[in-house]
Nanobody, 123 residues
Framework: VQLQASGGGLVQAGDSLRLSCVAS????????MGWFRQAPGKEREFVGA????????LYADSVKGRFAVSRDNTKNTVYLQMNVLKPEDTAVYYC?????????????????WGQGTLVTVSS
């Protein structure tokens, strides 16, 4: 499985941004896609996840109500819509894939990772 994340950039606080992650190669139709982020000097943290089969989602409390994960099965693409961005959202955002059915919020549960895309939110 190869994952290609894109859509990062420099935005101002309060702005919106949408990240995309295209999966190629073997895809897990019963699995999940997750978004994680890592800010400078901090550990990688869970942002959100979505199940390919039914679109069920899971979010970190820090982004709940502001971020939304969606998927387009026909394009093997997962999106992270980020609204009302804050400076503390600044990080490299990674997409990841796992084969398991349960929505995962732990990085070690994911089998494949994309290269990351940088999101910088200025105040």
């Amino acid at each position: 499985v190869q994952l290609q994340a894109s859509g990062g950039g420099l935005v101002q606080a309060g702005d919106s941004l949408r990240l995309s992650c295209v999966a190629s190669g073997r895809t897990f139709r019963s699995g999940n896609m997750g978004w994680f982020r890592q800010a400078p000097g901090k550990e990688r943290e869970f942002v959100g996840a979505i199940r390919w089969s039914d679109g069920s989602t899971l979010y970190a409390d820090s982004v709940k109500g502001r971020f939304a994960v969606s998927r387009d099965n026909t394009k093997n693409t997962v999106y992270l819509q980020m609204n009302v961005l804050k400076p503390e959202d600044t990080a490299v955002y990674y997409c990841a894939a796992r084969a398991g059915y349960g929505l995962g919020s732990v990085a070690t549960a994911y089998d494949y990772w994309g290269q990351g895309t940088l999101v910088t939110v200025s105040s």
